[in-house]
T-cell receptor, first 115, second 115 residues
Framework: EPEVTQTPSHQVTQMGQEVILRCVPI?????FYWYRQILGQKVEFLVS????????KSEIFDDQFSVERPDGSNFTLKIRSTKLEDSAMYFC?????????????FGPGTRLLVL | AQSVAQPEDQVNVAEGNPLTVKCTYS??????LFWYVQYPNRGLQFLLK??????LVKGSYGFEAEFNKSQTSFHLKKPSALVSDSALYFC?????????????FGPGTRLSVLP
């Protein structure tokens, strides 16, 4: 069964450093998402991406964040200058269509720890 | 604005007993409702969804959920719980006017099935 994969599974970085989180969505999916989950809190939407453009972003997704689909398979989330409060689990998701009833399939997540 | 409530942080049930994990929602327009499960150190796995039609939806691993429009609820149920069902369960909603198609997640309910 196809699945979303994410690398790395864990990332530790120093405050102020740049990190890039990588995702490989399901191969025939066209819509991509990033969510985050701060420890013990709810899963929060960051950004959705389609056709090489951001479709929607939350207020969390400020200028420190960017997304990119650098090739035909990867979808990346870059945090330019990490803050302590960026420590969280980051989930990538993909879906095959942009309809309200479409299921999003999630990757296993990258646990980011900012020191 | 869309919102999801899961009124119970923790649900404990004995193996073999029926289980219910509660979810209520608020959206404008028709709701599209989803349940995901998160096992330790794993991503979110899709269980089931309600888009339209029959109010009782059946999903993976013997789970089902009942959509109740008047009570704005979408409770997750299983007739006979297994110890392996112990996990974190998230309810998510998307409204029909959500053009970005992102989910709004509830805070999660931790289910513990006791042997």
């Amino acid at each position: 069964e196809p699945e979303v994969t994410q690398t790395p599974s864990h990332q530790v970085t120093q405050m102020g450093q740049e990190v890039i989180l990588r995702c490989v969505p399901i191969s025939n999916h066209l819509y991509f998402y990033w969510y985050r989950q701060i420890l013990g809190q709810k899963v929060e939407f960051l950004v959705s991406f389609y056709n090489n453009e951001i479709s929607e972003k939350s207020e969390i997704f400020d200028d420190q964040f960017s997304v990119e689909r650098p090739d035909g398979s990867n979808f990346t989330l870059k945090i330019r200058s990490t803050k302590l409060e960026d420590s969280a689990m980051y989930f990538c998701a993909s879906s095959g269509a942009l309809t309200s009833g479409e299921t999003q399939y999630f990757g296993p997540g990258t646990r980011l720890l900012v020191l | 604005a869309q919102s999801v409530a899961q009124p119970e942080d923790q649900v404990n049930v004995a193996e073999g007993n029926p289980l219910t994990v509660k979810c209520t929602y608020s959206v404008s327009g028709n709701p599209y409702l989803f349940w995901y499960v998160q096992y330790p150190n794993r991503g979110l796995q899709f269980l089931l969804k309600y888009i339209t039609g029959d109010n009782l939806v059946k999903g993976s691993y013997g789970f089902e959920a009942e959509f109740n429009k008047s009570q704005t609820s979408f409770h997750l149920k299983k007739p006979s719980a297994l110890v392996s069902d112990s996990a974190l369960y998230f309810c998510a909603v998307r409204g029909e006017d959500n053009y970005g198609q992102n989910f709004v997640f509830g805070p999660g309910t931790r289910l513990s099935v006791l042997p």
